[in-house]
T-cell receptor, first 114, second 114 residues
């Protein structure tokens, strides 16, 4: 049972444009969400997070939006740069319920076209 | 430099042999985690530990064992009972508590069993 879903395996975006990566979840106990970026044969690096008490969090070119009623979050990257080409994972945890474990989506491969 | 180290980067073993993957962190984190990544899949949790001398099974613990004798170290043994051991293994660590925080990942070990 996939509790965190990233339905787009890949996405191509022109350099300078906005990249929007989507993530859906089914477990209503999830209250903390993170986005990680991963290059091949390397460990994921943390990008940005959001707790369920917020609906938006921004850090430089990266913004995460959370729609709790739809159980949906999205990561916006603007403007997109060639170095953003990587696989992006959405992850969720039920921290308020004492559960530190992260549940990951299957990832979206983002390719920025120069 | 604070961080997580995993060694070796690449590991080759014959079927039927146990193999131990190393993970060390100097971030003074209480919690440590082991994940496995397979092609086209997200990261799946194998084992995690929130305190020395204690650990819990994750979603795919069968065929694996761990120990947590020191705060800095969380080795993972892939036993001969693991049916599909070839994968990319990632170790992570984090603080434990309230507030917004993320898991930090090591560079990973690619294990190939033939």
């Amino acid at each position: 049972d996939q509790q965190v879903k990233q339905n787009s395996p890949s996405l191509s975006v022109q350099e300078g444009r906005i990249s929007i990566l989507n993530c859906d979840y089914t477990n209503s106990m999830f209250d903390y969400f993170l986005w990680y970026k991963k290059y091949p044969a390397e460990g994921p690096t943390f990008l940005i997070s959001i707790s369920s008490i917020k609906d938006k969090n921004e850090d430089g070119r990266f913004t995460v939006f959370l729609n709790k009623s739809a159980k949906h979050l999205s990561l916006h990257i603007v403007p997109s740069q060639p170095g953003d080409s990587a696989v992006y994972f959405c992850a969720a945890s039920a921290r308020g319920f004492g559960n530190e474990k992260l549940t990951f989506g299957t990832g979206t491969r983002l390719t920025i076209i120069p | 430099d604070g961080g997580i180290t995993q060694s070796p980067k690449y590991l080759f073993r014959k079927e039927g042999q146990n193999v131990t993957l190393s993970c060390e962190q100097n971030l003074n984190h209480d919690a440590m985690y082991w994940y496995r990544q397979d092609p086209g899949q997200g990261l799946r949790l194998i084992y995690y530990s929130q305190i020395v001398n204690d650990f819990q099974k994750g979603d795919i613990a069968e065929g694996y064992s761990v120990s947590r004798e020191k705060k800095e170290s969380f080795p993972l043994t892939v036993t001969s009972a693991q049916k599909n051991p070839t994968a990319f293994y990632l170790c992570a660590s984090s603080i434990v508590g309230t507030g917004d925080y993320e898991q930090y990942f090591g560079p990973g070990t690619r294990l190939t069993v033939t």
